[in-house]
């Protein structure tokens, strides 16, 4: 076994010049591609797909393209690529893509400890718990980083008496650190002593509040709790740091890449500038593609961010092509040429414009579209939080050729049976991150998924390959990535997921779905999830069938 190749199947590794083939006699690989077709075997090189489909096929188109390679590439032969046989249930679908994602604020809530549990009943819990996330998997990398929790109640413990900063100093693991704790209902922060003294050094300390109050001892000194209004003290003085963002991204993105998540669109224009910054560092390119929003006031006289933008980056995975216009209905019902002039503007420098539904313009923005620019599909313009629609929006929207992007949770069978193009979000961290199970809620939305015997297997199963196409191919087009991402094609990268059933067989059933297991991630033909170690054998160019006969040839997965 070649030492270097099977290096090269760790995870953060690349598959160069790699071949995956289906389990003797089957097609495991789901294209996503117009036709919705499968494939025996798919050929990687660096980043990007080579040749996809039928081996025979992938045999010649290899050799031809190393044939266009300069010779100082030293390309191998079709016969000397490391080969990698899916096991008998494996299969592969395109990269999964969220279409609604607040990274940061997803990360955030998975590094908030909390405090709310059912098991917490007292001030030595509460302890007990810090010091388990402190030297968990995500605990702060250093003391100085601020720990963050939330939903403690004192009503519900065995003592109901207020907690203090020296409460927090008891343990060792936890003494001297920063730490910021919420209460359930909001109206009061728990400190540590270590904010308390940062309060005095920043002179920022406050014996007066305007509105609520500062517990404090005997002898007047503050006890660690602030209340109502003086809570917000802490929250204007220690705000969350570049440095915790940048953890609660990585937190993020490391548990989207379990999840089988390769791309998400991230609607916070707030983080878009710390992306940009991110990816220019010398880490490297970003966890896992983001595709960032710019804000636009409508009055404004250009649009936002810096002169190479609109910004597309492949190569450190991030893309910034989304614009999301602000607008009040009162001042757009008197000023529709304006708001036109700003769309036809960002259109014309190639963005794609962005609006949410719950904004009160919308309607007034829909009719102006629609009654004056309705050749609107190839600037992909986008209607987020896509709910409570009525046969009014539904009418806009189809006339405009806009995409509608859903919450997991809705049934988008009327924006369907309109032709009208539908992306998946999840608007975590309050519906979950998992694909999978957005997958599942969109395909439960189906009557067919729950009438036994009544609904024809191809209906369900196109009804599946929707969904799914939703979260990959309808994704990338909205974000004009659709020539690179999105699908299993020749020259795309290498973007993909390794899952333990087929989703797409109606046999699997709806509450089987989120039984699926994702075995591994591979994002630009680089290995982000799972370990593919001892899964390589050599290959000798010749049929699928005498691999495993003639060559040691190991298992993907079982």
Not at 348 to 368: C, H, L, P, Q, Y
Request: glycine share 8%; hydrophobic share 35%.
């Amino acid at each position: 076994m070649d030492t270097a190749l099977q290096k090269s199947l760790n995870t953060g590794c690349a598959l160069d010049c790699c071949l995956i083939v289906s389990y003797t006699g089957q097609q495991q690989i789901w294209t996503g591609d117009s036709g919705n077709h499968w494939a025996d075997c798919m050929a990687i090189h660096d980043e990007h797909i080579v040749a996809i489909g039928p081996l025979e096929d992938v045999y010649f188109e290899w050799n031809a393209y190393v044939a266009t390679m300069l010779p100082d590439k030293q390309m191998p032969k079709f016969s000397n690529l490391g080969i990698i046989e899916l096991g008998k249930n494996t299969v592969i679908i395109p990269g999964l893509m969220n279409s609604y994602i607040n990274m940061i604020q997803q990360g955030r809530h998975c590094m908030n400890i909390d405090l709310g549990r059912q098991d917490i009943g007292g001030i030595y819990d509460v302890i007990k718990v810090i010091r388990e996330f402190v030297v968990g998997p995500m605990g702060p990398s250093d003391k100085s980083e601020c720990i963050r929790g939330s939903g403690w109640n004192k009503s519900t413990w065995n003592r109901c008496i207020w907690p203090t900063a020296k409460d927090l100093e008891v343990d060792p693991i936890i003494k001297g650190r920063p730490i910021i704790l919420e209460s359930e209902n909001h109206h009061a922060i728990w400190v540590s002593s270590t904010i308390l003294k940062d309060l005095v050094r920043k002179k920022l300390w406050i014996n007066h509040v305007h509105s609520g109050d500062i517990m404090k001892d005997a002898k007047g000194q503050p006890t660690g709790v602030f209340l109502n209004g003086a809570a917000s003290i802490i929250s204007d003085i220690f705000p969350i740091t570049e440095q915790e963002k940048s953890r609660m991204f990585s937190v993020a993105a490391r548990q989207a890449r379990r999840f089988g998540m390769t791309a998400v669109h991230d609607p916070d224009a707030s983080s878009t500038d710390l992306y940009k910054k991110w990816c220019g560092l010398k880490e490297g390119p970003l966890p896992l593609r983001v595709f960032a929003t710019r804000k636009y006031d409508h009055n404004s006289a250009s649009v936002p961010g810096g002169s190479d933008e609109p910004y597309g980056q492949s190569a450190f995975r991030l893309s910034i092509r989304s614009v999301h216009l602000l607008a009040e209905g009162g001042t757009l019902s008197n000023n529709q040429f304006t708001f036109m002039g700003s769309i036809k503007k960002c259109v014309k420098e190639g963005w794609t414009v962005v609006f949410d539904r719950d904004n009160e313009a919308n309607e007034i923005m829909m009719s102006a579209i629609e009654g004056r620019y309705n050749q609107v599909s190839q600037h992909r313009i986008r209607f987020d939080n896509a709910r409570n629609l009525t046969a009014e929006d539904i009418h806009h929207i189809r006339n405009t050729n806009a995409i509608a992007c859903l919450p997991s949770e809705i049934d988008g069978s009327a924006l369907r049976s309109n032709e009208i193009k539908v992306v998946l979000g999840s608007d975590t961290p309050f519906d979950g991150l998992n694909p999978l199970r957005i997958f599942q809620l969109g395909v439960s939305t189906n009557y067919g998924e729950h009438a036994k015997g009544k609904a024809r297997r191809e209906d369900l199963e196109r009804h599946r390959i929707q969904i799914l196409r939703e979260m990959t191919m309808n994704t990338a087009f909205a974000t004009f990535n659709e020539t690179e991402l999105g699908s299993l094609e020749p020259g795309k990268y290498a973007d993909f997921v390794l899952i333990s059933q087929n989703v797409l067989d109606p046999s699997v059933s709806l509450s089987s779905i989120g039984n699926t297991r994702v075995l591994g991630t591979v994002i630009g033909g680089r290995v982000v999830y799972g370990s593919l170690v001892n899964c390589f054998s050599r290959a000798d160019g010749m049929l699928a069938r005498q691999y495993a006969e003639e060559f040691r040839s190991i298992k993907l997965y079982d």
